[in-house]
């Protein structure tokens, strides 16, 4: 099993930047990638940018390429995701996620809600 717990969520005004970080325990070895997905109510949870633990690369969805940047901190287990030119559209709970070279995205963290105001 892998526990995920997100943190740095928060209000920020249109342009601004946050950092969200999620950090992982447990079995953490099994970890081929994490993720960060995004849902706002009645919709449905969107994906935002995936890092592969061990090379580092990352992929992004078109919304937020060139704004967000995902990072790695191998010692600590982490995941970071730096968002900037926040917009209105960007608010919603933002979920952190895991899975392994087998597997769909098994592991998920509480969600930490991200509002960006106008």
């Known amino acids: 099993q892998v526990q995920l717990v997100e943190s740095g969520g928060g209000l920020v005004q249109a342009g601004g930047s946050l950092r969200l970080s999620c950090a992982a325990s447990?079995?953490?070895?099994?970890?081929?990638?994490m993720a960060w997905f995004r849902q706002t109510p009645g919709k449905d949870r969107e994906f935002v940018g995936v890092?592969?633990?061990?090379?580092?690369?990352?992929y992004y969805a078109d919304s937020v390429k060139g704004r967000f940047t995902l990072s790695r901190d191998i010692a600590r287990n982490t995941i970071y995701l730096q968002m900037s030119s926040l917009k209105p559209e960007d608010t919603a709970v933002y979920y952190c996620?895991?899975?392994?070279?087998?597997?769909?995205?098994?592991?998920w963290g509480q969600g930490t809600q991200v509002t960006v105001s106008s």
């Open positions: 996620a895991a899975r392994t070279k087998d597997s769909d995205y098994d592991y």
């Open positions: 447990g079995r953490t070895s099994s970890v081929f990638a």
């Open positions: 890092i592969n633990w061990s090379g580092g690369n990352t």
